[in-house]
Structure formats: structure tokens, C-alpha cells
């Protein structure tokens, strides 16, 4: 168990924080799935911009998993899919994974379609096709995460991904609505329903039965 890192909202927009984070990148903890990403990016090119795993979470130690949908602009702008983007969906989730108790080092944090899903600058829905690209991608990324004991599906298009994430990780799979501020502010009582999700997770996670 590591120690939990002191970091502030937004703290990914400072350059010399995400070239620190850029250093640690080959640490034991994250190494595998920073090759991960490389080889993803090898594989599909350069048009598909892949952002690395955040170091400062629990990377092959994580017992939990948070899938998103793809990632944002910010998280291709930091390199980093991570809570400490500067991004308001990023800033929620950071707030209520803090809201919740959530240690960094038991999460880890990714998305059924791992490269950005570019409309003219800003991210667009995923589409079934894309969903099931990113699908055959999370095969090859589940031996990588051999403590996982909950997923936690984030969002519409995360969860309609439920049954094949459930027959790969062979482990409980919770689903709850997207973060994001247009969620929150259109349904403010959504926020109770995602901290229920999550400590329902942690629980799980910390359960030695």
C-alpha cells in the first residue's frame, strides 16, 4: 500500500505537474499499463489519441476499476486519464471519490473506449461500434489487473458495455450515472445515487470474505 499522494483539483494543468507525473510512469505499480498504452498506440496510430494511465492511482494494484466512456479533450491535453484534470466532470468525480473515502491507490481509472472521440474539438457520444472496438482492447488490459474485485461502469454508454464486462472480469459490476456537470445540474439527486455506487464498490473491494 502506498502512501496517498497530496494533489489539489486541476492539478493536472500545471505543465511541471504532468511532467512529474510523465517521470513516474515507469514505476512498478504502473509500468504494465503504461506499456499497455504504448502498445495501443503503436497498434491503432497516431489519429487515436490514447492518454496514460494516472501513476498516482493504484495502477496493477487497484482493486477497483472506474470505466468511463472515452476520454476528454483535457485528459488528451494532459496525457493522463485522471481526477485531476482540469475539467469539471474530472473535478466531480474527485470530489465524490474523496466524498466517499475512496484511497487513490485502491482505484484506478479508465474507459470502455480508450482513445478520444473527436467532433470538431470536443467529445462526441461513442457509438455500438466503437463500444465493442474498445471491448476487444479491455481483453488484452484484464490480465494487467489481477486484484480487481468491483468495476464501476460511469455513465449511459459505459453501462450498455455491462454484460461483456461482467463475463470478462468474472467480479461484481456496479453501473451509475456520469459525473459530468450537465448531469448534475439537470439532476442534482444523481450525485446521491453515484456515492451510493461508489461506497457500495469500496466495500466490496475491502471485503476479505
Not at 495502477?59 to 494532459?78: C, D, M, Q, R, T
Not at 466524498?99 to 491507490?105: A, E, K, L, T
Not at 482513445?115 to 465493442?132: A, M, T, Y
Request: with cysteine; hydrophobic share 40%; aromatic share 6%.
Amino acid at each position: 500500500m502506498r502512501p496517498e499522494p497530496i494533489t489539489s483539483i486541476y492539478s493536472l494543468r500545471d505543465p511541471d505537474e504532468i511532467r512529474r507525473r510523465l517521470e513516474i510512469l515507469q514505476a512498478d505499480h504502473i509500468a504494465p499499463l503504461t506499456g499497455y498504452v504504448d502498445h495501443l498506440r503503436a497498434s491503432l496510430g497516431r489519429k487515436k489519441q490514447i492518454p496514460y494511465f494516472d501513476p498516482l492511482d493504484g495502477g496493477i494494484n487497484a482493486s477497483i476499476l472506474f470505466l468511463l466512456e472515452a476520454p476528454g479533450p483535457k485528459a488528451v491535453e494532459s496525457g493522463f486519464v485522471s481526477r485531476d484534470n482540469p475539467d469539471p466532470t474530472a473535478r466531480n468525480m474527485n470530489q465524490l471519490l474523496t466524498i466517499c473515502g475512496v484511497p487513490r491507490w485502491m482505484t484506478v481509472l479508465w474507459n470502455i473506449v480508450p482513445w478520444h472521440v473527436d467532433r470538431g474539438g470536443s467529445l462526441r457520444p461513442v457509438n455500438q461500434e466503437e463500444i465493442n472496438a474498445g471491448l476487444g482492447h479491455l481483453k488484452s488490459l484484464r490480465p494487467l489487473l489481477p486484484n480487481i474485485r468491483a468495476v464501476v461502469l460511469v455513465g449511459g454508454k459505459a453501462r450498455n458495455a455491462r454484460p461483456a464486462v461482467e463475463a470478462l472480469f468474472h467480479t461484481r459490476v456496479f453501473t451509475c450515472p456520469s459525473p459530468s456537470q450537465r448531469v448534475l445540474n439537470v439532476w442534482p439527486e444523481k450525485r446521491g445515487e453515484i456515492i451510493s455506487v461508489f461506497r457500495k464498490a469500496v466495500r466490496l473491494s475491502l471485503d476479505k470474505d
